[in-house]
Nanobody, 124 residues
Framework: QVQLVESGGGLVQAGGSLTLSCIVSGRTFSNYAMAWFRQAQGKEREFVAGINRNGSSTYYADSVKGRFTISRDNAKNTVYLEMKSLKAEDTAVYYC?????????????????WGQGTQVTVSS
């Protein structure tokens, strides 16, 4: 059974930082790309950042480029999202997803499993 468990969300002031973590079990983590998506209230889930299976390639949504960093530790089956210079518009539930293969995509449907989500709230 594949499980993804996110943590690290919370309430932060604008300009602050948070780091999210997602631990994966039930699958050979190093064989699969990972990504972070987010969903604000009343909006569709949107791509935030992706990383390929060995961490050598990453991709970011324009809205977070230069502020967010995705990384992974294959020895710990964990993917991270470091978020800096947070803005009120970053407020959302953040989800990690595991891809069907070794390369990332910004399409929700290309991810097999998702975590339960972690709330990030940025106060202005």
């Amino acid at each position: 059974q594949v499980q993804l468990v996110e943590s690290g969300g919370g309430l932060v002031q604008a300009g602050g930082s948070l780091t999210l973590s997602c631990i994966v079990s039930g699958r050979t983590f190093s064989n699969y790309a990972m990504a972070w998506f987010r969903q604000a209230q009343g909006k569709e889930r949107e791509f935030v950042a992706g990383i390929n299976r060995n961490g050598s390639s990453t991709y970011y949504a324009d809205s977070v480029k230069g502020r967010f960093t995705i990384s992974r530790d294959n020895a710990k089956n964990t993917v991270y999202l470091e978020m800096k210079s947070l803005k009120a518009e970053d407020t959302a539930v953040y989800y990690c997803g595991i891809a069907r293969g070794g390369y990332y995509s910004n399409v929700v449907g290309t991810y097999d499993y998702w975590g339960q989500g972690t709330q990030v709230t940025v106060s202005s």
